[in-house]
């Protein structure tokens, strides 16, 4: 009978390299994921860090703010000086009075926003070219909607489940003792992502599921990271236990379904 684990270092070099190519495109995939998460989350809460706070605004809104703030303290930052972002808060906190719009916000957001959110430039984002459009952004902040929410755990679901499925394949051809230790580690991704897309609606429900949306984001990246290094360094630096030499790279008999 043979086995079903054959170790990277019996497969052709063809497919050695295919795997490393694969890992090296995830690899640089995964940080900017890394850095994407950050751009959107870090800073809502008006703390730098990645806090649970920021993501607890990012999915259940924040009762002391608006959209506009929310943006202003977070990835929209950077548009424009800090002295008329704090004219703008000045005015959402005076609960944005209309007669202040046209001498005081409306140049501001000409300046330095409406390129980019007006409806000819980009359909998706919040046109902020009249009072009225602007009144959407300065209602109370009520986070992601469940549309929203559901557009972007379908394709997340999907593309993660997929990111996952190659590298845990290409992972199962390592020589990993004990053997379920070497299981959970294929699982664990599959397992966080339900978890981490769940915890993105109940969070809405109960704000202390932010932390599962940490949890599981940080358990990706530790199976991502366990099974990167794995592959990369058996597949090319690696000694073979005599055991497995003996065998060709099929495991003994006894280790058969590992
Ligand atoms: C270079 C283009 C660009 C400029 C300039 C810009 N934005 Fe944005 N804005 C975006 C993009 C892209 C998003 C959506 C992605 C994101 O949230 O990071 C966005 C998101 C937002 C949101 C959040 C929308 C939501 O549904 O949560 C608000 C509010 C906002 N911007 C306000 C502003 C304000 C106010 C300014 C001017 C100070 C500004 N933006 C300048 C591109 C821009």
Not at 32 to 44: D, F, R, Y
Not at 92 to 108: G, R, S, V
Not at 161 to 166: E, Q, V
Request: hydrophobic residues 45%.
């Amino acid at each position: 009978m043979k086995s079903r684990f054959l170790h990277f270092q019996y497969l052709p070099m063809s497919m050695r390299v295919l795997f490393a190519s694969v890992l090296l495109v995830f690899g640089t995939g995964y940080l900017m994921a890394m850095i994407q998460v950050w751009e959107s989350h870090a800073g809502k809460d008006g703390k730098e860090m990645l806090t649970a706070e920021d993501l607890v605004i990012s999915y259940s809104g924040n009762p002391n703010g608006t959209k506009l703030e929310t943006a202003l303290r977070g990835p929209m930052a950077d548009m424009l000086p800090a002295e008329k972002r704090e004219v703008i808060f000045t005015w959402l906190h005076k609960k944005a009075p209309q007669e202040e719009f046209d001498a005081k916000i409306n140049p501001i957001l000409q300046d330095h926003c409406v390129a980019c959110h007006n409806p000819e430039a980009n359909p998706h984002l919040p046109d902020l070219r009249t009072y009225e459009d602007v009144a959407k952004v300065t209602a109370r902040d009520e986070g992601m909607n469940v549309s929203t929410l559901v557009r972007v755990s379908h394709i997340h679901l999907f593309s993660i489940a997929f990111i996952f499925f190659i590298i845990g394949y290409i992972y199962t051809h390592a020589y990993v003792r004990p053997a379920w230790f070497k299981c959970v580690v294929i699982a664990t991704p599959f397992l966080s992502l339900i978890v981490d897309v769940a915890a993105w609606y109940l969070t809405k429900i109960w704000t202390g599921f932010a932390w599962a949306v940490i949890i599981g984001g940080a358990l990706y990246g530790i199976a991502f990271t366990i099974m990167w290094v794995t592959s990369m360094r058996q597949m090319w630096f690696y000694k073979l236990p005599q055991d497995l030499i003996d065998n060709e790279g099929e495991l003994p008999r006894a280790d058969i379904n590992n």
